[in-house]
């Protein structure tokens, strides 16, 4: 092979890491961008292999990826089941993962109140802690800082509820620390549907932004489902909601959380 061949697998792999990283966090590329200081064509051009700038943009999408360089210039691997320290009374905190549009929201409170638990939902935990709804805490604070304060609300919520019920937000899965700290200390349900029912409930809850670009809005969620699947897949339980009413579905879930 080729010096100029290595160049362009190079390249490559580093588009589908970027992309990866990209889906993963749920961040569109004008999100990335904005966060980044790095214009949308470059990281066009990052993306599909042809993309060959200097280290410093390459250290700023890092950044506003929350991941170190290493992680753009290496080949990365995602441990399907890490091992995990699970405390003894993690059984009773049942921690709900999942894409938004699962139905964590619907789910949580009502298997709350069957068990008659709290029931948090750990992004309204955050806003509450910041004083600021989660768009502006993007804006301010970018990804980085909102998982910091993520972790930070965690960690009190733990600390704080010995049973309770909680859903957190999607992403969580792509901050490994927070992610194990939540293994560790809940009994975790990967709430899982189908993409287009995903995309439906999401439409459902009033937020018409999909319909705008449906076809690019369903690539991308298929793009952070796929980047995702195998971190959502540690968790101690997998649900499936496609097709079924939510009383079926809770009955399920109360069948098996033992």
Same mark, same amino acid.
């Given at each position: ?9 190079f ?31 470059y990281i066009?051009?990052?993306e ?32 399907a089941?890490?091992?995990v320290f ?14 938004? =549009? ?5 789910? =949580? ?17 955050v806003?509450?802690? +910041? ?9 301010l604070?970018g990804?980085?800082g ?5 972790? =930070? ?8 509820y ?7 937000? =999607?992403?969580?899965?792509?901050? +490994? ?6 293994l ?22 009033g937020?018409?932004?999909?319909m ?47």
């Amino acid at each position: 092979m080729t010096p100029a061949n290595d160049d362009m697998d190079f390249l490559r792999a580093l588009g589908q890491r970027v992309r990866l990283l990209r889906a993963r966090r749920g961040m569109t590329r004008r999100i990335l961008a904005a966060q980044s200081g790095v214009s949308e064509r470059y990281i066009s051009a990052v993306e599909s292999g042809t993309g060959n700038g200097s280290i410093l943009l390459l250290r700023a999408l890092a950044d506003a990826l929350h991941v170190n360089l290493r992680a753009l210039l290496e080949d990365e691997t995602v441990p399907a089941a890490a091992p995990v320290f699970r405390v003894p009374e993690h059984r009773d905190r049942i921690a709900l993962i999942g894409l938004r =549009g699962a139905g964590k929201s619907t789910l =949580g409170p009502r298997l709350a109140s069957r068990l008659g638990i709290p029931f948090l939902e750990l992004d309204h935990e955050v806003e509450k802690e +910041a004083g600021l709804d989660l768009t502006e805490i993007m804006e301010l604070h970018g990804q980085a800082g909102f998982r910091r304060l993520e972790r =930070g609300v965690l960690d009190r919520v733990i600390a704080t509820y010995p049973r309770v019920v909680i859903a957190a937000g =999607g992403g969580i899965v792509a901050e +490994a620390a927070t992610f194990d700290r939540l293994l560790g200390a809940c009994q975790t349900v990967w709430v899982k549907a189908r993409p287009e029912e995903h995309m439906q409930r999401v439409i459902d809850q009033g937020d018409l932004r999909p319909m705008r670009d449906n076809r690019r809005s369903m690539d991308d969620l298929r793009a952070i489902l796929a980047s995702r699947e195998a971190l959502y897949a540690r968790a101690d339980i997998q649900l499936e909601t496609s097709g079924r009413t939510v009383p079926e579905t809770l009955d399920t879930l109360l069948s098996v959380i033992g």
